[in-house]
């Protein structure tokens, strides 16, 4: 069924034609034309209210020097030694999700399964304020792209946004069940998708609000597209829809065959927008042209060696698509499985390049900006760092002595920050000799 419709949308899909390899020839160097972010003007025109007015880049100093802070209590971890050089002790049960402020990367917000979220600094754990109120497990958390705000939400679909300078919060409201929870990346716009199956977007602190109704089931994952005039949400029943945020009205629908068989878990867009990855838990990530709104790809777990711990049928029933992502500087996707297979597809060729195993399922992964590596968290509570060119394992990173639930990579790549179900967040410092 999937090759219908790749055929369906090769010929009138042109983004993929640029990616092109010959045989086993290298990249030497890629050169990114880029034409840089869309004028701010033009986009205040696509959402009303909504100011994009450029903000002036202040220069802020980065905090000097790690501080090793002593790990009380704790005797040692699932895997070995502790290489963190930070621990963020101040939850009381496990740590669901993290994020870092984009502006510095000297901030991180927590929620937790304590029904609490922390804003706390990278350099020594210090908390700078608690984000109190809430009365459910606090799932999603994040920095607005200026890094003014920060926004938390728990299972029951409470949000609270805090003014980060004053410590004060500046607006909440109740949406259903909550899902996933995103910021607009250039405008103070949240986004979030929720068991009923809508999609809500506001302006804060004001409260402006717009919905997007989907399907009468869950909108189980989102990614706001970088020209911030589209959003891409998938839902419980498989399919995927590509939104018009002014209108208010979707773009592209793909449902049947189009669609995933099976509830969607991850989505992410490459860097100007023009292809998205979806994945689900029918093992299948799609890709698709956000233009035409058509499946150009589909890579299957048949692509994917069998585990031989795993017997006839076993893989369908207990495998999924946990994450992926693609690389900025090669034609490159990387994929990770529940079954602990981290799966690199050539984009120009849609076939497997590398297959990287790891002890147990993968939670996440994130691409190194700039370059080919690749980073993964998993269920047996380290980070690992793998070349994608080659599908080397280049270094790992331990200290939890639980599984990692989220973590998140600072834009120089010299940080990664992790939250476990051992209660604990842990920053680690990658930028090492033994690299």
């Not at 459910?136 to 409470?158: E, I, K, N, R």
Request: charged share 25%.
């Amino acid at each position: 069924m999937e090759s219908e419709s790749e055929s369906g949308a090769a010929a009138d899909t042109p983004p993929l034609e640029t990616l092109s390899f010959h045989g086993d020839e290298e990249i030497i160097e890629v050169v990114e034309l880029d034409s840089g972010p869309p004028d701010p003007d033009d986009l205040a025109q696509e959402m009303e209210d909504v100011d994009f007015e450029e903000e002036e880049e202040e220069e802020e100093g980065n905090e000097e020097g790690w501080v090793l802070e002593p790990q009380e209590g704790v005797v040692g971890s699932m895997e070995g030694p502790d290489d963190s050089e930070v621990t963020f002790a101040l939850h009381s049960a496990s740590v669901f999700c993290v994020s870092l402020d984009p502006k510095t990367n000297t901030l991180a917000v927590t929620g937790g399964e304590d029904d609490k979220a922390f804003v706390w600094r990278l350099s020594d754990g210090e908390l700078l304020f608690e984000c109190a109120g809430h009365k459910d497990s606090v799932t999603c958390a994040g920095f607005s792209h200026d890094s003014t705000l920060v926004a938390t939400g728990d299972m029951s679909g409470l949000l609270k946004v805090w003014q980060v300078d004053t410590k004060e919060e500046v607006w909440s409201f109740e949406a259903g069940d909550l899902e996933w929870m995103e910021w607009h990346p250039r405008a103070p716009v949240l986004l979030a998708g929720t068991a009923d199956g809508n999609t809500w977007m506001w302006k804060v602190p004001n409260g402006d609000c717009k919905t997007f109704q989907g399907p009468n089931c869950p909108a189980t994952c989102g990614r706001v597209l970088p020209d911030g005039k589209r959003a891409v949400v998938g839902y419980e029943d498989g399919t995927i829809r590509i939104w018009d945020l002014k209108q208010g009205s979707p773009i592209h629908v793909l449902k049947g065959t189009e669609g995933h068989q099976g509830p969607l878990t991850c989505v992410a867009t490459n860097q100007d927008g023009s292809l998205i990855l979806t994945g689900s838990v029918d093992c299948q990530a799609k890709l698709v042209s956000t233009t035409t709104g058509k499946v150009v790809g589909v890579f299957r777990p048949e692509t994917v060696a069998s585990q031989p711990n795993l017997g006839e049928g076993e893989e369908s029933e207990s495998n999924s698509v946990e994450s992926l992502g693609f690389c900025s500087v090669m034609p490159l996707a990387a994929v990770g499985y529940l079954d602990g297979t981290l799966a690199i597809y050539d984009l120009s060729t849609q076939t497997l390049r590398h297959q990287c195993q790891h002890q147990s399922g993968i939670v996440q992964l994130l691409w190194e900006a700039g370059t080919a590596v690749v980073y993964t968290c998993s269920l047996d509570g380290i980070v690992r760092l793998w070349d994608a060119r080659t599908g080397r394992l280049l270094t790992d990173y331990r200290g939890h002595m639980a599984e990692i639930l989220d973590f998140a990579l600072s834009k120089d790549a010299s940080l990664v920050v992790t939250t476990s179900g051992d209660h604990k967040a842990k920053v680690f410092c990658v930028q090492r000799p033994d690299r």
